[in-house]
């Protein structure tokens, strides 16, 4: 008995190491004449559950794209200081994350590589 709990421990140990959050580096695109020094928002991606974190709650226009095909493949709106997003089946890939919030438009890249269990 203590052999088998074993061996189930080390596989859900083991299993849990393949899903890796990836943190997505965001960048804002400028407006002319604007100044810097605003708190941009942080993502991250872990298999398909894409996460947002905002400094405060604010409305947001979220849309993610793939980059090979240029299909938009997720668009939502939020007001929130954390957005959790389950994304539709996508498959391997490059994809683009934009943050639109009021006038600010922020963008970054993602790659996506699902592991099959």
Known sequence: MKKVFMLLAL????LSGFAEEK????????????????????ASID????????????ASQITV???GTQVMVYNGSFTSD???I??????DG???????????LYYGDFNLELTNY
């Open 11 to 14: 596989l859900c140990c083991t």
């Open 23 to 42: 943190y997505i580096e965001l960048k804002k695109k400028k407006q002319p004449h604007e100044r810097s020094g605003v708190q941009l928002p942080t």
């Open 47 to 58: 298999d398909q559950i894409l996460t947002i974190e905002f400094s405060e709650a604010t």
């Open 65 to 67: 794209v793939s980059q």
């Open 82 to 84: 954390q957005i959790v």
């Open 86 to 91: 389950n994304l539709p089946a996508l498959s």
């Open 94 to 104: 490059e994809y683009q994350l934009e943050i639109e919030q009021g006038d600010n």
